[in-house]
């Protein structure tokens, strides 16, 4: 069973009613397979060469780590908690959950810190983050939504990034849905240079180090302690890179295309488990539609939220305040 919702109240212009396409039967908005343009101003094709070779040589640095030469458990490990501390508290937490829905309020030192852990999954800066899924939210599933899979899925997967749009990838595009954030001069600054990049590769030093110190404190010697450092810079860094990424990149494609509904919204998207599982509850998606503040995306009990009671273990030690719950949860505000 269903609850209809209606689209959020947003600091954006909502889509124009005409652009939400009826079931002429029910009168309600259509849910039916449907086919979109790609997003305007995208044509003609400007390319953005320099995502498209990160994102070819992040995959392909990524590789090395299935020989038998680079591969340890402790690696593996590296990775799983990596995608964890990097891609769930830094993309799910803070740029998701805080930034772009203001889900609960934290003090800004922290803010900044997650943030630069953010950044540490090379998913763009924070204000080109939220400039992207906010207008998303403003347009779902719509012809202006930068991702919508229903231009067709590898476009709402990745084929999106790696073509201009003027709406979310220009300067102006990006300030028009961030003001926010450009009141802060930490993002600000981040939008004026590209300074910011330099936390990757420090991050990867840093992780490889890790690995160097513990593999010469568990064997004994230099070789052991090169080996365990490679295995860790390929498992910790690059592979847990790809793996954000495309967990990132299934909210958008496959929570748009496959799973349940809890609420009729005016766009396709879908609570899928599997996602939810690998995302630490981002997808739980069509719950987060019908209500985008929200920091529990999980609504039923059964939709475990990981990223909702990491963001109350914030809320115990003093770091996280004003969460906001759930409409159907009854209190607003904790």
Not at 32 to 52: F, M, S
Not at 133 to 145: A, T
Not at 216 to 239: I, R
Not at 295 to 314: N, S
Request: aromatic share 16%; with cysteine; net charge neutral.
């Amino acid at each position: 069973m269903t609850t209809t919702a209606t689209r959020p109240v947003s600091p954006l212009p909502a889509a124009p009613a005409n652009e939400i396409p009826m079931d002429p039967e029910t009168g309600a908005p259509a849910t039916v397979a449907r086919k979109l343009d790609l997003p305007e101003g995208v044509r003609p094709y400007v390319y953005r060469w320099h995502v498209i070779i990160a994102i070819a040589l992040i995959h392909l640095a990524a590789v090395p780590a299935f020989f038998p030469a680079f591969f340890s458990w402790s690696g593996v490990a590296v990775m799983v908690f990596g995608i964890y501390f990097w891609g769930m508290i830094g993309i799910n937490v803070c740029y998701h959950r805080l930034l772009t829905h203001k889900g609960f309020v934290t003090p800004k030192w922290f803010e900044h810190v997650l943030a630069m852990i953010a950044v540490c999954n090379l998913e763009g800066t924070p204000a080109a983050w939220v400039a992207a899924h906010r207008r998303h939210h403003q347009h779902s599933d719509h012809q202006p939504d930068p991702h919508s899979p229903l231009v067709n899925f590898l476009w709402g997967h990745i084929l999106w990034l790696f073509v201009e749009n003027p709406h979310v990838d220009t300067a102006e595009g990006v300030k028009k849905y961030c003001v926010d954030l450009f009141r802060d001069p930490f993002y600000k600054s981040m939008e004026e240079n590209k300074l910011w990049l330099l936390l990757y590769p420090a991050h990867a030093v840093l992780i490889t180090a890790l690995g160097f110190g513990v593999g010469l404190w568990s064997t004994g010697t230099t070789e052991g302690a090169w080996s365990l450092a490679w295995s860790w810079l390929f498992w910790g860094v690059f592979v847990r890179t790809v793996a954000v990424w495309h967990i990132t990149w299934s909210v958008n494609s496959f929570t748009h295309t496959f799973g349940y509904r809890n609420y009729e919204t005016d766009e396709d998207s879908r609570n899928n488990w599997w996602v939810a599982i690998l995302s630490g509850g981002e997808g739980w998606h069509n719950n987060h539609h019908a209500d985008q503040r929200a920091a529990a995306h999980g609504h039923k009990w059964w939709e475990f939220d990981l990223t909702y009671w990491t963001i109350r273990g914030f809320r115990a030690v003093g770091l996280a305040k004003e969460l906001v719950q759930p409409k159907e949860w009854g209190e607003r505000k904790i």
